[in-house]
């Protein structure tokens, strides 16, 4: 089972940015990199910085003791591609053109549109080499969602999200070549994908050291299943907890390595496994990145797409993984969209802990004030004086979030108010709650009968936020009562 790849125990011992660069006086002059992380369905509490009790995370800790840790960052929104689609895009999912998890034949999800800004394109502008490596889930291979085609130079991994579920897939994606694992036909366990798609993510490092790079690193890890190689990680936690065995998808089972989640004899250790394997992962980045005499020079951000999730043997509950919060995967509360956000950037920012409220969406404007290029039409704002502590920080007037499936759910919170609308796409039939965050963190107070005002403002928010598209009907009915017109015409 992939017993040749070997993971050491890590630890560490264009003018917009030409002015920010010699104001800090950092030590190299050099547009800087950046390296962007993203893990998927990683909780708020699934990191030791984050309060993680039952495991350590010793590589993503130093991160977050070198850099700025945010305890109020969200995602984009509460599941995969749209929460990606927010992130890449600058807009919100009431303005994201993919606002949910929709599967393409034979392979992919549904795509981001053609001529798209995105934040790999604000890099290209900027003279950057660009290339993303794990799970992409935004636009079926060859499709305008195509990673080549939104901006990223060098693609390895994943195209179709659902196969990204197994973590011993028959094939992955070189840009537009499709790369056959034979090691894993017939139900083999040869290569670890995730193993793989990592040492390409460093090759791109080696390969681009001499010039200015955009590194997006989409791991799949701890999405569902649950599944690690045998060697000497998962012995770390063998036999630490104690194990309810999750019966799952197997060999003749009709969604084995599509999608289906294989069975787990020990779903804790292997939990606890994984996320060991990511905080190696990163561990490793920073080394790669120190021997080639690039980390001074390089911005890390480190994040989640999501909150936990409930899948494949998972446990949240027994992991505290939402850290204290309501929710999960697919819920709007502050468990299914609050993630953990870390920034590193040697010399220029400073370490510590902020509160500052942020989200997805704002990593285009900010990577656009870094580089000096256009960031068109986004819901986002620069964190560049955050980051810096130069000039004044704008703060978002509110923050938007949607889902579709359930009966569709969405969530608006200005300030320390909250508002959230169940079985939205149900009209009449809809229900909401409403939640004063800074006394009422884990959302248990529903203040929805008593604060009529504030659920009056936050509703008018809400109403405004979401832009109608038929591609994602959610509020279809409300739309077709408000216009009068036949969705079918549109």
């Known amino acids: 089972m992939n017993k040749n790849f070997v993971l050491p125990a890590l630890t560490y011992g264009v003018c917009g940015v030409s002015a920010l660069v010699s104001a800090a006086e950092p030590s190299s002059e050099r547009t800087p990199n950046i390296v962007f992380i993203i893990a998927d369905d990683l909780g708020y509490g699934d990191i030791s910085c984050y309060g993680q009790q039952k495991f350590n995370t010793p590589n993503i800790d130093r991160l977050a003791q070198e850099g700025l840790r945010f305890t109020q960052c969200y995602s984009g929104t509460t599941v995969s591609a749209p929460s990606r689609a927010c992130l890449i895009s600058g807009l919100h999912s009431g303005h994201a053109p993919i606002r949910g998890n929709k599967e393409v034949e034979p392979e992919g999800q549904a795509a981001l549109p053609e ?6 394109k604000v890099f290209k502008d900027a003279g950057y080499v660009t290339g993303a490596f794990g799970k992409w889930g935004l636009g079926s291979p060859g499709s ?12 390895f991994g994943y195209n179709c999200q659902l196969l990204a579920h197994n ?9 537009d070549r499709r790369i056959e694992l034979t090691g894993n ?8 994908t995730q193993d793989t798609i990592h040492k390409k993510g460093l090759e791109f490092i080696e390969k681009n050291k001499d010039k200015p790079f955009f590194l997006f690193l989409p791991y799949v890890i701890p999405h569902a299943e649950l599944i690690v190689p045998e060697d000497s990680i998962i012995q770390k936690f063998r036999g630490l907890y104690p194990e309810k065995p999750f019966k799952g998808c197997d060999a003749g089972c009709k969604m084995f390595r599509k999608g289906g989640y294989c069975s787990q004899p020990e779903p804790h250790a292997t939990f606890a496994a994984m996320i060991y394997r990511l905080d190696v992962y990163v561990g490793q980045v920073v080394a790669k990145l120190k021997e080639l005499g690039l980390y001074e020079n390089t911005i890390l951000v480190f994040t989640s797409d999501n909150g936990p999730h409930k899948e494949g043997g998972a446990d949240p509950d027994f992991f505290n993984s939402n850290g204290g919060f309501r929710g999960y995967k697919r819920d709007v509360y502050e468990g299914g969209i609050r993630v ?5 950037w040697p010399g220029i920012v400073q370490g510590g802990e902020t509160d500052f409220m942020c989200s997805f969406w704002d990593m285009m404007p900010t990577f656009a004030a870094l580089t000096g290029s256009e960031a068109g039409t986004t819901d986002g704002i620069s964190l560049v004086p955050l980051l810096t502590g130069k000039g004044e920080q704008k703060k978002h007037d509110y923050f938007y979030f949607e889902f579709q499936e359930l009966g569709g759910r969405q969530a608006v919170r200005k300030g320390d108010w909250k508002l959230i609308r169940l079985n939205a796409s149900k009209g009449g039939a809809s229900t909401y709650e409403l939640y004063n965050l800074a006394v009422d963190p884990a959302e248990q107070q529903n203040l929805f009968p008593s604060e009529p005002s504030k659920v009056k403002e936050l509703k008018n928010l809400m109403e405004e936020a979401h832009t109608y598209n038929p591609d994602w009907p959610l509020l279809e009915e409300e739309w077709k009562m408000k216009t009068g017109e036949s969705v079918m015409e549109k």
């Open 340 to 344: 953990p956000f870390i920034v590193v």
């Open 167 to 175: 973590y011993y897939a028959d094939h992955l994606w070189e840009n």
């Open 115 to 120: 001529g798209m800004a995105s934040i790999f």
């Open 185 to 192: 036909y017939n139900g083999g366990y040869g290569v670890y």
């Open 144 to 155: 305008e969602g195509d990673p080549n085609k939104q901006g990223i130079d060098d693609f």
